[in-house]
């Protein structure tokens, strides 16, 4: 038992990599917000998808939208880390739109993370009805993982 342990400590050394950053993107949520800025009207995960299909069907009682995004990276400590979403649409005037949100982001530990990035107001109305969306996660300029809809 005792050869197995420092044995099992050198074959995890040696599989990552020093300097090696993993990053992931688990979950991505896109929800319309209700004229309050909700994107539910109490806590049940039942009820907030319920809620969600009454505003998808009334556009008029939307105010924007909002990315829950769960992500995790393998080391915590970094500078320049980015969430984006990129977003597709069609505009009032029936003409394509996009547009990106971006995030820094800033950790201390390595567990995963919720962080939420909303288009609302003016931006929201001129951005019209989305049709695609794509979360990326960035290390400085390297690509570390990505989330799209099917229509991207």
């Not at 995890?12 to 020093?18: G, N, W």
């Not at 069907?57 to 990315?67: M, N, T, V, W, Y």
């Not at 996009?98 to 939420?116: D, G, N, V």
């Amino acid at each position: 038992m005792r050869r197995f342990i420092p044995a099992f400590l050198l074959m995890l050394a040696l599989a990552v990599p020093a300097g090696a950053v993993e990053g992931h993107v688990f979950k991505v949520l896109p929800q319309f917000l209700d004229l309050d800025g909700k994107e539910s009207l109490t806590p049940s995960l039942y009820d907030r998808d319920a809620y969600q299909g009454v505003l998808r069907a009334h556009p008029e009682k939307r105010s924007g939208l909002r990315f829950a995004v769960q992500w995790k990276v393998s080391f915590p400590k970094a500078p320049s880390r980015l969430l984006r979403v990129e977003l597709r649409g069609v505009g009032p005037d029936g003409l394509p739109s996009k547009t990106t949100l971006e995030l820094p982001l800033t950790t201390k530990h390595a567990f995963s993370h919720w962080e939420y990035l909303k288009l609302q107001g003016d931006d929201y109305k001129k951005f019209g009805e989305m049709s695609a969306w794509r979360v990326t996660l960035w290390e400085g300029d390297k690509l570390l993982d990505e989330q799209k809809s099917f229509l991207w």
